[in-house]
């Protein structure tokens, strides 16, 4: 069984819709979660991620989780949305650093996802996209 733990920021926009696209792909054997490294436990995903993942037909209950070290332990892989979030991971937890990679450095792009905390509901469609394509090559990794 692989355990994935998606993380950025707050864990309300781009990890829980990396969790969410994962999820929909039913691939078998995997395990999704996501955490945010300053994130309000118990908060929902922002409206404009629900509605972007509706859109694509995709309903995802969210609870936003604080990224600590049991869920680093729990983690086979975790990908992160910027290098900082990498980062942070292994400052956390040094042994960490063989499974820890920004999404797009794992699937062979040095981007960093963007942030659309804030803005309107096109931008996060925007991020979603950017995520979905980055999802669709880490599930032929991951098999």
Request: charged residues 25%; hydrophobic residues 40%.
């Amino acid at each position: 069984m692989k355990h994935v733990l998606f993380v950025c920021t707050g864990n309300t926009c781009r990890s829980p819709i990396a969790e969410a696209l994962l999820k929909a792909r039913g691939v078998k054997g995997v395990e999704v979660k996501s955490a945010g490294v300053f994130a309000s436990p118990g908060s929902d995903a922002s409206s404009h991620a629900k509605q972007a993942l509706k859109e694509r037909g995709i309903k995802h209950q969210h609870v936003a989780s604080l990224l600590d070290e049991e869920l680093i332990q729990w983690a086979t892989h975790i990908f992160t949305m910027t290098d900082t979030h990498k980062q942070f991971v292994i400052d956390r937890v040094p042994e960490a650093i063989d499974k820890t990679y920004t999404l797009g450095e794992f699937v062979g792009d040095r981007k960093d996802v963007s942030d659309p905390f804030g803005g309107s509901l096109s931008v996060y469609r925007g991020t979603l996209e950017e995520i979905d394509s980055f999802i669709e090559k880490l599930v032929n990794e991951l098999k």
